[in-house]
């Protein structure tokens, strides 16, 4: 069989599609794209057993319908260089060779039976469906994924928690030491449900969702999610188990707060980072009338930094001590001009909030603090 199809749109699907697929697999024939022609669609699929990528694009022409597998490896070298122009598949499913040809040349690489690649893991009838915003989804999966964990212990903590209430979907990334939680105000559901999204697949999103006004339709059961976008689809294995009462550690009475330019606190502590100490990277704020000051030491090195700017401040003067590279994560990923930190006690959370929040949402980062000599 023969069809013809866009040397850049096939690229741009299959350098997608080749995230998902790892360096080692333990089936080989997960190492494949799998080629489905029906009519003039081309359905593309690859996976790593776990997660399984699929993506469409329209063919020039096509004379029947087929399936194969092809190795991801040598078709994607071999088409990423190729100018903008058609190329040509003629696939003989017999000798299980396909010859691809274009202005230029040709190359034939071998080709597998797609009857050996794993089913597609399907969602229950009774599945949860989350509609939610292409852009929304992106920003909070871009403002979340640096606050999940690498706790071989506590898988459930290795992963983004979407938490769908009646009052709101929360979406919510913690190590146990700092935490992001997201609340899209205007998505709600009568009845509760929630999942716990791996990282690898929250990765694949990040790249792949846009800033257009469509929307991502989110399938989920106890086991697997489904999630539609554009003209992709991402169906992937979830973390099970029970993520912990995320709302119980934020503090809710926090009387000092303290308004700053993000940017300049930023630079400031990217300044003064240096000069922790290696191990704990502990650096201390103090806050007293319109004045931040960070300190950071690290006596085995002789080493001290201090850097005072100037900020809005209502409460009582004060010194905490918070991890400087955590810190440096958090107000990396707002994306607002001034931040606003609330606080209780040295000993207690400290909350980062951006001065304005993005519409119908509710944006908090938390951060745990470190005990300070004074």
């Known amino acids: 069989m023969r069809f013809t199809v866009s040397s850049t749109a096939l690229s741009s699907k299959l350098n ?21 022609i029906q009519g003039n669609t081309l359905f593309l699929t690859a996976s790593d057993s776990e997660n399984v990528m699929k993506t469409q694009l329209d063919l020039t022409e096509s004379d029947a319908d087929a399936r194969f597998a092809i190795g991801n490896h040598d078709l994607l070298e071999a088409v990423k260089g190729i100018s903008e122009q058609p190329i040509t598949f003629d696939v003989d499913q017999q000798t299980n060779i396909a010859k691809i040809s274009y202005q230029n040349g040709l190359f034939s690489l071998p080709i597998e039976s797609a009857d050996e690649y794993p089913q597609t893991q399907s969602i229950s009838e009774g599945a949860t469906e989350i509609v939610i915003p292409n852009a929304v989804l992106a920003e909070n999966i871009n403002r979340s994924l640096f606050a999940t964990a690498q706790d071989e212990l506590r898988p459930v903590m290795n992963g983004i928690y979407f938490d769908l209430t009646p009052e709101c979907l929360s979406i919510v990334a913690s190590d146990g030491h700092k935490l992001v939680r997201n609340r899209v105000l205007n998505i709600q559901k009568d009845q509760p449900a ?5 990282k690898k697949p929250a990765s694949l999103l990040k ?11 989110i399938r989920f ?8 976008y554009g003209d992709g689809e991402i169906i992937c294995r979830l973390i099970e188990g029970r993520y912990p009462n ?14 700053v330019d993000r940017l300049s606190l930023l630079a400031a502590l990217r300044r003064v980072q240096p000069f922790a100490n290696d191990s704990s990277n502990l650096i201390r704020f103090h806050v007293e009338g319109g004045i931040l000051q960070l300190d950071a ?4 090195f002789s080493k001290t930094a201090t850097e005072r700017m100037t900020c809005e401040y209502n409460g009582q003067a004060m010194s905490i001590g918070f991890k400087g590279s955590s810190f440096i994560e958090i107000l990396s990923n707002f994306d607002c001009q001034d931040v606003i930190i609330k606080l209780a006690d040295p000993s207690r ?12 949402q509710d944006v908090l980062m938390l951060m745990m603090p470190m005990l300070i000599n004074d």
């Open 221 to 228: 059961d106890e086991r697997n999610a489904q999630i539609s």
């Open 16 to 36: 997608a599609l080749a995230r998902v697929i790892n360096s080692k697999n333990s089936l080989p024939i997960l190492a494949d794209f799998v080629f489905d």
């Open 194 to 198: 929630s999942f716990i999204l791996p």
């Open 349 to 360: 959370a400290g909350l980062v909030v951006p001065s304005e929040q993005p519409e119908n």
């Open 207 to 217: 790249n792949l969702l846009g800033k257009d006004g469509d929307v991502v339709i």
């Open 297 to 300: 030491e690290d006596y085995d």
């Open 246 to 259: 995320y709302n119980s550690v934020i503090p809710q009475n926090n009387p000092n707060e303290l308004s």
